[in-house]
């Protein structure tokens, strides 16, 4: 059974960090693409990936292939930056891809 859990997500003030976490089971982790998304209120779910400017400068993405794990580093958040944040995984060798349940960030003071 494919399972790709976020965590890391919270409350946290404007200008603040966060880290998230998207730990994926059941799928050779190697063999996948795994980038990050958000969806606002209201909105539709965008890409969140280093060079989108809305996040450039700001937004890291790492991967530990050791264990099965793909990170969201988030600093100077900012109040549109709240979304529930989601990871996806996509097979490198075909038309299959997974999605992670989400996990809220709200940036407020």
């Known amino acids: 059974q494919v399972q790709l859990v976020e965590s890391g997500g919270g409350l946290v003030q404007p200008g603040g960090s966060l880290r998230l976490s998207c730990a994926a089971s059941?799928?050779?982790?190697?063999?996948?693409?795994m980038s990050w998304y958000r969806q606002a209120p209201g909105k539709q779910r965008e890409l969140v990936a280093e060079?989108?400017?809305?996040?450039k400068g700001r937004f890291t993405i790492a991967r530990d292939n050791a264990k099965n794990t793909v990170y969201l580093q988030m600093n100077s958040l900012k109040a549109e930056d709240t979304a529930v944040y989601y990871c996806?995984?996509?097979?490198?060798?075909?038309?299959?891809?997974?999605w992670g349940q989400g996990t809220q960030v709200t940036v407020s003071s």
């Open positions: 059941g799928i050779s982790f190697s063999d996948y693409v």
């Open positions: 996806k995984a996509d097979y490198r060798f075909g038309p299959v891809a997974y």
């Open positions: 060079y989108v400017d809305s996040v």
